[in-house]
C-alpha cells in the first residue's frame, strides 16, 4: 500500500520560510517522479513543483520560480519543498504526490501523478 506522508506545514510571518517534507512508502521511491501541487479555499489544486527520480532536474511554477526549491533523498525516501519568501497568497494545503512517469508536457496536472498525500496546511500572515 502506497503511503504518502506530508509534515512540516505550520503559521509562518510573510517573508519567513518553511520546508515541507514528504515520506513516502510502499512505492520503489527512487523510480518515481515527485511532485507538490497545493490547494486554498479559493483556487483549484495547483502544480507547485516537481523532481525526477534522480534528483537531477525540477521544474516550477512560475509563482514561486526563484524562492520555491524541491529536493529528494532517495536513502530516506522523502522529498523536501524549501519555501522561502513566503507570501500570503501561498496560503494552502500543500500536497505530495508520486508519478511513475516523467512527462515532457502536461508535468502540472493532476493525472500525470498515481499517489498523492493527504496534506499539509500553510498559513502565511501578511
Known amino acids: 500500500q502506497v503511503q504518502l506522508v506530508e509534515s512540516g506545514g505550520g503559521l509562518v510571518q510573510a517573508g519567513g520560510s518553511l520546508t515541507l517534507s514528504c515520506a513516502a512508502s510502499g512505492l520503489t521511491f527512487s523510480t518515481y517522479v515527485m511532485g507538490w501541487f497545493r490547494q486554498s479555499p479559493v483556487k483549484e489544486r495547483e502544480f507547485v513543483a516537481r523532481?525526477?527520480?534522480?534528483?537531477?532536474?525540477?521544474d516550477y511554477a512560475d509563482s514561486v520560480k526563484g524562492r520555491f526549491t524541491i529536493s529528494r533523498d532517495n536513502a530516506k525516501n522523502t522529498v523536501y519543498l524549501q519555501m522561502n519568501s513566503l507570501k500570503f497568497e501561498d496560503t494552502a494545503v500543500y500536497y505530495c504526490a508520486a508519478g511513475s512517469r516523467y512527462y515532457y508536457t502536461n508535468y502540472d496536472t493532476r493525472s500525470a501523478y498515481s499517489y498523492w498525500g493527504q496534506g499539509t496546511q500553510v498559513t502565511v500572515s501578511s
Open positions: 523532481i525526477n527520480s534522480s534528483g537531477g532536474r525540477s
